[in-house]
Structure formats: C-alpha cells, structure tokens
C-alpha cells in the first residue's frame, strides 16, 4: 500500500518567493496533518484537517501561511512570501480519526529559504 | 497549555547496553500515548498505550504507560547501532478539536556506538 506522499522532497528558493508543498494522504484517511520539524522547536502542528474541513489552524505561524484541503486525496501548505525563518522540514501525516490508528506521516519536504 | 516532557533530551550508550527513555505528560482528555522512531526521514510508529500497566512488546523494545504518573517509559534490551535514531513521544486528545490531534516532545537523540 501506498504511504503518505509528499512533494517536493527538496525545496531551495529565495526569500519572497511563494512556495507550495504537496501531499495526498493515504487512500480512506479521513485526517490529514501539518507539521513542522526544526532543530530549536522540535515537532510542531500547524494544522490539522477532518474529512477535508480545518478543524484547528492555530499553530499556523502567521498569515504568510495557508493550507487547503479541496479533496480527500490532496492538501497543501503554501507559504507566500517566504523568509529564511521558514526553513525547516515540513512533514505532512494522515489518520483516520476516533480510530485506534496511529498517523503515518510521509518522508517530508525540506525547505531551504535563502 | 498540554505538554509533553521527554527525558533524556540525549544519550549516548554502547552496543548491547540497556536503555529506558522517560515520557511525562500533561494533556487534558487523554486518550492514548505513541512512541516513534525517527531516523533521516518520517517518524515510524513503534507503540500506542492506552491503558496503564500493560507493556506492549516488540523485539528488543517495550513500553508501558501509567496513567496515574501521567508517564511512559520506552526500554531498548541490547541495543544496536540501528537502534540510534530519535525516539518521539506523543499524546493524543480524546474529544472535540483534540480528537486524533498528536502533542509530541522534543524527543530522545539516541546514539549506539559499536
């Protein structure tokens, strides 16, 4: 079975610039999650969906980010305009909620902002 | 504010060596705890708890939770240099906006040198 997809596995771009990360959950899922893994703060949410609705947005740094959810098979993590501060790896996970499941997470995005 | 404490935040042992990794939480409306191990990429699920006092046991690596320390414990029997990785630790809400929602720790730095 398929995992957790994510893409771009490697991001490198330049201040300002708006970036767009990728990830389509594990077929019959039905939560989807954000995080975000830095050395100084560990493993952060920022976001969390149930059946393609946010249910808790409040660890979204600030407005420069945004995530969508249009399907149950596809989100993403936008950040515009992007700052060196936002270097991290971006990890996205998926459940199903209620469930005695664990999240399985995908093998992340790295973010470089130069 | 809910928080999870790992401890050590670090620990460096020798192949064949014991280890037990420290878990203490304090979530409102707990429902169970995970542990995973994070090598270079995504974090693994190893165990969820959910009720205290029953160890969970896979190879080398037990856990057990004690819901009345509000804490968990993580053994490694014989270790080996594969097992070097960061061992995470999460609590999962129970109801409303923190059902299926995951609050990690800073995590365990674990390295087993041969």
């Known amino acids: 079975d398929a995992g957790v997809i994510q893409s771009p596995r490697h991001e490198v771009t330049e201040m300002g610039q708006e970036v767009t990360l990728r990830c389509k959950p594990i077929s019959g899922h039905n939560s989807l999650f954000w995080y975000r893994q830095t050395m100084m703060r560990g493993l952060e949410l920022l976001i969390y969906f149930n059946n393609n609705v946010p249910i808790d947005d409040s660890g979204m740094p600030e407005d420069r980010f945004s995530a969508k959810m249009p399907n149950a098979s596809f989100s993403t993590l936008k950040i515009q305009p992007s700052e060196p501060r936002d270097s991290a790896v971006y990890f996205c996970a998926s459940t199903t909620r209620g469930s005695n499941q664990p999240q399985h997470f995908g093998d992340g995005t790295r973010l470089s902002i130069l | 504010e809910d928080k999870v404490v790992q401890s050590p935040l670090s620990l460096v042992v020798h192949e064949g060596d014991t280890v037990t990794l420290n878990c203490s939480y304090e979530v409102t409306n707990f429902r169970s705890l995970l542990w995973y191990k994070q090598e270079k990429k995504a974090p693994t699920f190893l165990f969820m708890l959910?009720?205290?006092?029953i160890e969970k046991k896979s190879g080398r690596l037990s856990s057990i939770l004690d819901k009345k320390e509000l804490s968990s414990i993580l053994n490694i029997t014989a270790t080996q240099t594969g097992d070097s990785a960061i061992y995470l630790c999460a609590v999962e809400g129970e109801r409303g906006s923190t059902l299926g929602r995951l609050y990690f720790g800073r995590g365990t730095q674990l390295t087993v040198w041969p």
């Open positions: 959910t009720s205290s006092g």
